[in-house]
């Protein structure tokens, strides 16, 4: 038998004793009351704040949203069916966060930030609160840069400018998301990170979203939130508020960034769900009296910085669609209230192959002039209203044009060609020196006394001309932003000496 030896014994435990520390975890913990459609009702969370974030069991979420005297009212996220009653639930004392930073680029993410791509987990320890106090009225300045969509009809009507807020309002099948792709593809080689926002969409009208970007290698600056239609209300309730705190990194961190969130309409959708889950009480059309709260504090974090706080911008374009061309319904009064203007999609211009079909007369920006650069309100200066003239004048002229006067009928015609001009197709972004360019020969009568049908092609043939054989003046362009009179007689010039080319080519094809 080994000899114990009593010193050795005492001399362990001592050791024992000295190394001993006491640490008490308390952990502040309820228990669920009842749970069903994504909503859990939980008891003993005396201390819960308002939008903290509470864990379940097997890895769940939650949200408290209502705080009632003797329960919390919770949304959870993610899969909420093995949530049963009785269930422990824990306070992590964090506000709802989601993952930021250089990391997401490129990216398909769910509204918390994990990956859908399958290209591995996000590296980056920077979170951003979901929601967030928008910038005061002296942490701003006024919008002063252009956001250029690369689409004629909005750069030179409806310009955007970085930190505004623009509604793309619209029927269904109208191209609300053409002009979303065609605007991000347009910042390829430039300086904005683009956020698009997925909000109760059909998984593969997403897929096919994210497919166009990696095609037109927008994808390398872009990054796509997603919670498609088969997400719960919850996760599609939270998607917005995501892009948000994405969008706000770069914004905080002196550089520029442009959310869209297609659309707010499915997102008052869910959050009316919600909010009549949670029993709080319906208003009109049983939307929660706070759905118009809901939509301005999101809207309302879009801003342009001032310079002391780096000048970095957060622009938003939200989407609205609307039912039988109805502007007048709750939710799109209440988004046209908050936001700094419309692009207004109108079905029966896109059935007439307007396209992009964009009405000119109840479209507007309120930001205006300021969004442009001075080339192209030197241009477009007079484009809307010309626009809107037309069309009253089409209107009325659909009886018969032999009893109209000849001023009038000139105006018909030169009306005629400006919308031909203003056509585009999909995924063909222009340069805004080639807008200005195009929109120059337009007010200048150069396409007068050309056919309807050979508007769209001179416009084809002009760009390369220009390239070989005036490569200066587009450069010119580009870089002066304004036209003094040499710049003006050169483009007057050149847009000569094509016509008289265009025309030859015309006549010997007949």
């Known amino acids: 038998m080994a000899n114990i030896k009593a010193d050795e014994i005492t001399k362990i435990l001592r050791e024992q004793i000295e190394n001993y520390q006491q640490t008490v975890a308390v952990d502040e913990v309820g228990s669920v009351i009842s749970v069903g459609d994504g909503i859990a009702r939980v008891h003993g969370l005396d201390r819960c704040m308002s939008g903290e974030m509470l864990e ?3 890895d769940v979420f939650g949200i408290a949203l209502n705080l009632e005297e003797d329960q919390v009212g919770t949304v959870l996220l993610g899969d909420y ?17 989601v993952p930021v930073g250089e990391a997401l680029i490129g990216r398909v993410v769910d509204p918390l930030g994990k990956p859908l791509d399958g290209k591995g987990p996000i590296a980056t320890d920077k979170r951003n609160p979901l929601e967030r106090l928008a910038p005061g009225v002296v942490d701003r300045q006024p919008v002063r840069e252009p956001l250029q969509t690369g689409i004629k009809a909005i750069d030179s009507m409806i310009p955007i400018g970085r930190g505004q807020r623009e509604l793309i309002i619209g029927d269904r099948q109208t191209g609300k998301t053409a002009i979303i792709l065609d605007t991000i593809i347009n910042q390829r080689g430039g300086d904005m990170i683009c956020i698009y926002c997925a909000i109760g969409q059909k998984r593969s009208t997403i897929a ?11 994808l390398e600056y872009s990054i796509v939130v997603a919670a498609s239609a088969t997400e719960p209300a919850t996760m599609q309730y939270i998607a917005p508020f995501a892009a948000a705190a994405m969008g706000e990194y770069f914004r905080d961190s002196k550089r520029h960034a442009v959310c869209f969130y297609d659309d707010l309409s499915k997102h008052a959708q869910s959050y009316r769900e919600i909010s009549l889950l ?4 319906p208003g009109r059309e049983a939307f929660p009296g706070d759905v118009f709260f809901l939509h301005s504090r999101l809207l309302e974090r879009a801003a342009k910085l001032n310079d002391k706080l780096g000048a970095g911008s957060l622009t938003a374009l939200p989407v609205i669609e609307t039912q039988a061309g109805d502007v007048s319904a709750y939710i799109p009064t209440n988004v046209i209230s ?34 442009q650069i001075k080339a192209m309100r030197q241009v477009a200066g007079t484009l809307r209203l010309d626009m809107a003239q037309y069309r009253d004048l089409a209107a009325f002229a659909q009886f018969g044009t032999e009893q109209l006067d000849k001023a009038t009928q000139q105006q018909l015609a030169r009306g005629q060609r400006l919308v031909e001009i ?31 049908s050979e508007v769209q092609r001179f416009e084809a043939d002009l760009f390369p001309f220009v390239e070989t054989n005036h490569p200066a003046l587009l450069k010119t362009i580009r870089e002066k932003k304004a036209i003094d009179d040499s710049l003006r007689a050169d483009a007057l010039k050149a847009l000569e000496a094509f016509k008289e080319r265009f025309k030859a080519g015309a006549a010997a094809a007949d």
Request: glycine letters at 8%.
């Open 56 to 58: 379940f069991p097997h």
């Open 81 to 97: 069916t093995q949530i049963r009653e009785g269930d422990t639930v824990k306070r992590t004392n964090r506000i709802m966060s």
């Open 208 to 218: 096919q979203v994210v497919k166009t970007l990696a095609d037109y290698g927008a």
């Open 278 to 281: 949670l029993r709080r009480p």
């Open 338 to 371: 908050i936001t700094d203007g419309q692009i207004y999609l109108e079905a029966d211009l896109f059935n007439s192959g307007i396209r992009p079909a964009i009405n000119a007369g109840i479209s507007v920006s309120r930001v205006g002039g300021n969004a």
């Open 422 to 452: 203003l056509k585009q197709d999909q995924y063909t972004p222009l340069s805004v020196e080639k807008q200005v360019l195009i929109i120059f020969a337009g007010a200048n009568r150069f396409l007068d006394d050309l056919e309807i």
